[in-house]
């Protein structure tokens, strides 16, 4: 328990450096978009006089404009645009090379640097066309395409910023005798705080006083707002319904949940896939071939007899088509879009290649505890033995006797208590039983509420269970009073309402269920088949659980364990894709990979289907990404020649549409 705690703060000191760090990052890849638009816009500008004092542009539009030095003045508008309009990918290509590893921006800067090389010498006595159009045309485009990729990776950061917006920017603080506004920044923990209706709550905490409707959704996903009285908890960034409430608060800052879903959200959108290094991969082939391409080309034309000019027009245009810049963006995108909606939908995604793994998973082990049961013992019957005493006063017995116990049978009876509205007694000499059950005097009268192992300890013969009680599932409680049985109270863990209809679901994707509990054999039988599940496996203890895992594993099975991070932990880590459940605090579960807010198990379907969707639009992206690039290269290169020539301002215009179509489809991305 202890190494589980210990482990609790682990990942927020990392997410809370990160944040600062990244902070930065988000203001640097802010100022760079808007450079890149504010180059675009000029170059733009300084484009129009470059196409009208281009000859071959005067014949489409049938104009004539000459002057002597017009194609001087043609030479400085093209210097400015190249090394302005081109800095970023020049400066990019020393960069890529520095690191040995060319990608985009080596494309575009060897296609610009060859254009304009090319020109230069067209102005000063080389035979052939100047390329100055082409140049700036090409320029433009690239930079307004590197603009959209840029804009559309910085919405991934801008979802964070949006998960930061939830919470309100002053606090109602009570001090002394009256309640004044102070800065949120200044919040400390312990202090308590007023929400009214309507307000957002500014902190995690505990409600000392008032009842409320909350809306969780945005951070759980839990789309009704949820009834929280005296006593539970509330997290910052929901919104506070009907009620005032008083909350003293407990997580502020870095330890608040809030604070460690955007660190998660975080590192996960850093945390590169395997996927992620296809697309790297792929692209640095692209690079490569279209290089080799141009090269090809040039000497093909070259060999062919066609003049110089004419074959380096080709390369030219062969470099300019084949910038892979749609495929740059086709994978960063889809990460940072689905990161944030799972979060939005409570599926906090710790670990992207597991997430990524879900789409393979063929079985799903579940501990039984807390997901696909409430995890807590609720009264299902209370039977009075013998004629003095009616059922609603042997609850009451027990519940006196068992409300100074700490265990989850005394929970049940006083939540049953309570249910029925009956009057709590006072107890006196309360005793608790290890293993046995608990004893005191009430009224009186000497009460004793235990389980069946009482009668054996002192040697008493025991009651017959009547046969309305199903003792597979359900837990006994017997209650005495002055010795003599009076009543015995059953209890049971409820399974939950979507439980059954989640194990049904992974079965028409073909995955197999099976139940992992520390209960006895027919407990979890029972349950299993309730649910309909593919197996269980009972009387499992804490430290062999991942040896369970690996046991599932060692048959080639792709294992998910889900479990509420305790005692699981070492299976966690273990499974291919290791699931915690439970909210707020739990989601320290450490080793796990995702996270699911509410412990519903309808979500672990939610998180499957959700991966299978987002692996699709990755995939589609890169074939997206790359059959542009199968087509358009030939193309450029002349193989239709002398049907159809690729311009470079067409390939430049087609590879921007690539561009914009992948950035469209991830962002088509939804959660179910």
Known sequence: MDHHAHHQHAPMAAGHKDHDHTGGYDEHAGHHTANFLQRFWICLLVTVPVLLLSHMIQQWLGLHITFPGDRYLLLALGTFIFFYGGWPFLTGLVNELKHGNPGMMTLVAVAITTAYMYSVAVV???????????????????????????????????????????????????????????????????????????????????????????????????????????????IGGAVNGDGALRVRVTGTGSSSYLNKVIGMVRSAQGAKSKT?????????????????????TFIVWLTAGRELAYALERMVTVMVTSCPHALGVAIPLVVAVSTTLSATHGLLIRNRTAFENARRLTTIIFDKTGTLTM?????????PLNGQFNAGEILQYAGAVQQNSEHHIAHGVMRKLKEEQLELWKSSDFQYMQGIGVKGTVNGKKVVAAGPNYFKQEKLTMPAIPDS?????????????????????TLADSIRESAADAIAQLKSMHIKSFLLTGDNEKVAAAVAQKLQMDGYLANVLPHEKQNKVKEFQGKGEIVAMTGDG??????????????????GTDVAAETADIVLVNSDPQDVVQMIAFGRATYRKMVQNLIWAVGYNVIAIPLAAGALYPKFMLSPAMGAILM??????VAINARMLRVR
Do not use: C
């Open 124 to 234: 000063f006595g080389l035979p052939g066309m100047d390329f100055f159009w082409e140049l700036a045309t090409l320029i433009d485009i690239m930079l307004l395409g590197h603009w959209l990729e840029m804009r559309s990776q910085m919405a991934a950061s801008r979802a964070l910023e949006s998960l930061v917006e939830l919470l309100p920017a002053t606090v109602h603080v009570e001090h002394h005798d009256h309640v004044m506004d102070i800065p949120l920044k200044d919040l400390q923990q312990d202090n308590v705080v007023v929400i009214k209706p309507g307000e957002k709550i500014p902190a995690d905490g505990i409600i000392l006083e008032g009842s409320s409707y909350v809306n969780e959704s945005m951070l759980t996903g839990e789309s009704t707002p949820v009834k929280k009285e005296t006593g539970a908890s509330v």
């Open 276 to 296: 992620q290094n296809l697309a790297n991969k792929v692209a640095k082939w692209l690079t490569i071939v279209s290089i080799s391409v141009g090269v090809i």
């Open 375 to 383: 995890g807590s013992h609720e009264v299902q019957q209370v039977i």
């Open 469 to 489: 009680i199903d003792q597979s599932t359900d837990t006994v409680n017997f209650v005495l009073i002055d010795d003599q049985p009076a009543g015995i109270i």
């Open 566 to 583: 305790v005692n699981d932990a070492p299976a966690l880590a273990q499974a291919d894709v290791g699931i915690a459940v439970g909210s």
């Open 656 to 661: 921007s549409v690539s561009t914009i179509v």
